[in-house]
């Protein structure tokens, strides 16, 4: 599995963002802007919008069944060489640890953009390498994995009776519940340090889902 890259800041994403994703954000929201000037003004709603439901199933189609990959990083701590997630057990043999996430229904106020969503992530098993004094390997497991996702768009009039949601603020999910474990105590010490890069993973991946799955759309009508 090809590592997740960040698209690089402009008024639509607010964070470091590869360029690849920033010249496509460009070029879809000059269309997009084209695209609302020149279409029928006279219906009650553009012919490309979608309703209000179906954009809350984009919402929860753009995360959920969604799957990434927790790189291998190497890093000292704790007087140990540490080396993690380096087994290819990712798509494509890549080493790395794999994260899937699942979310239910979404809810918000198209008025102001502000959406949210519970989701839960499958169990994430992080394998550990240690070299120092001593060493050994070890696995660290994830459980109990739950989080709210609070997606912010920025609305604004399509030109009939609809808003256009034509950007995406930076999503930082909350975590409400997580466990962690492993036969290993020097293992299990790096779960404050490991669980980190979760986080980081998970939320890119939605980040990017939701750009790509719900920015850019019309959504009308908005009553009731």
Not at 31 to 36: N, S, V
Not at 48 to 61: D, E, R, V
Not at 169 to 176: A, G, I, K, V
């Amino acid at each position: 599995m090809s590592c997740l890259s960040l698209p690089s800041g402009d008024r639509l994403i607010r964070w470091p963002l590869a360029l690849g994703l920033l010249a496509a954000s460009a070029d879809s929201t000059a269309q997009f802007a084209y695209d609302l000037v020149s279409h029928n003004g006279f219906e009650a709603c553009w012919s490309k919008a979608i309703t209000k439901p179906q954009f809350l199933g984009l919402l929860k189609s753009a995360i959920d069944g969604t799957t990434a990959c927790i790189l291998y990083v190497g890093y000292t701590d704790s007087g140990f060489d540490w080396q993690m997630c380096p087994n290819p057990a990712c798509a494509g043999g890549v080493g790395g640890c794999p994260v899937t996430l699942h979310t239910g229904t979404f809810s918000g106020d198209f008025a102001t953009g502000q959406f949210s969503g519970s989701g839960t992530a499958d169990d994430i098993s992080v394998d550990m390498f240690y070299s120092g004094v001593t060493s050994g390997t070890c696995t660290l497991k994830f459980t109990n994995l739950t989080q709210t996702y609070s997606p912010f768009f920025y609305v604004q009039p399509d030109g009939n009776s609809g808003d256009y949601m034509y950007g995406l603020d930076p999503l930082t999910p909350t975590w409400n519940t997580h466990n962690s474990s492993s036969a290993d105590p020097n293992c299990a010490a790096q779960a404050s340090k490991v669980f980190f890069y979760v986080q980081e993973t998970v939320r890119v991946l939605a980040q990017v889902g939701l750009y790509y799955g719900a920015a850019d759309q019309s959504v009308c009508p908005l009553t009731p």
